[in-house]
């Protein structure tokens, strides 16, 4: 294959890394946010460009995510996630009733659900579980922010919570 044009890179974009994969490659590091107080990085992901862990054993977990396509939308990821939970599913007219977050200045909703948790690939539930977040529909994408763990940790941690997705922003050219 021959090469037939090139570009420099701006001073605003991270310099391509060879061998890692492509939000690295390719510039998550334009997304800035605080880490809370007790809470470390877990291991970032395709999926999960920031990933959190917190708790005496890490057993608690909040991350942001971004899907192309949007997953479904907003009443499909909720669902999603009730169902993760062990809930039913709920309605368009039940959706338009939840409360309202803001994450990274687009308004989403807010999703608060208690019961037994089953992970991604998991075959078997955790009893008391809390799961925290935020479905925003972002054109054709999705973006989430989803937080889980034990019940009483998740509480106790839910002003971090929110202090975390207020934090969330891109960082921006100098002089912007």
């Not at 605003?12 to 997304?31: C, I, S, T, W």
């Not at 479904?72 to 309202?100: C, D, F, H, S, Y």
């Not at 207020?166 to 960082?171: A, C, F, N, V």
């Amino acid at each position: 294959m021959e090469i037939t044009h090139s570009r420099d890179i701006s001073q605003y974009e991270p310099k391509p890394k060879v061998g890692a994969y492509p939000q690295e490659r390719f510039g998550d590091e334009r997304l800035i946010w605080q880490t809370p107080d007790g809470w470390s990085q877990a291991e970032r992901s395709q999926m999960r460009p920031v990933n959190l862990a917190f708790g005496p054993n890490k057993e608690g977990e909040c991350y942001l995510s971004l899907l192309p396509g949007g997953g479904g939308g907003v009443l499909a990821n909720v669902n999603r996630w009730r169902k993760q939970m062990a809930q039913p599913e709920i309605t368009e007219e039940e959706l338009a009733k939840m409360p309202k977050k803001t994450l990274m200045g687009i308004e989403g909703a807010f999703v608060s659900i208690e019961g037994a948790y089953t992970s991604v690939g998991a075959t078997e539930s955790k009893a008391d579980y809390k799961m925290l977040g935020i479905v925003a529909a972002m054109g054709e994408a999705g973006l989430f922010v989803k937080m889980v763990g034990p019940k009483a940790l998740v509480e106790a941690n839910s002003q971090a919570f929110d202090q975390f997705v207020t934090s969330l922003r891109l960082r921006m050219p100098q002089g912007q």
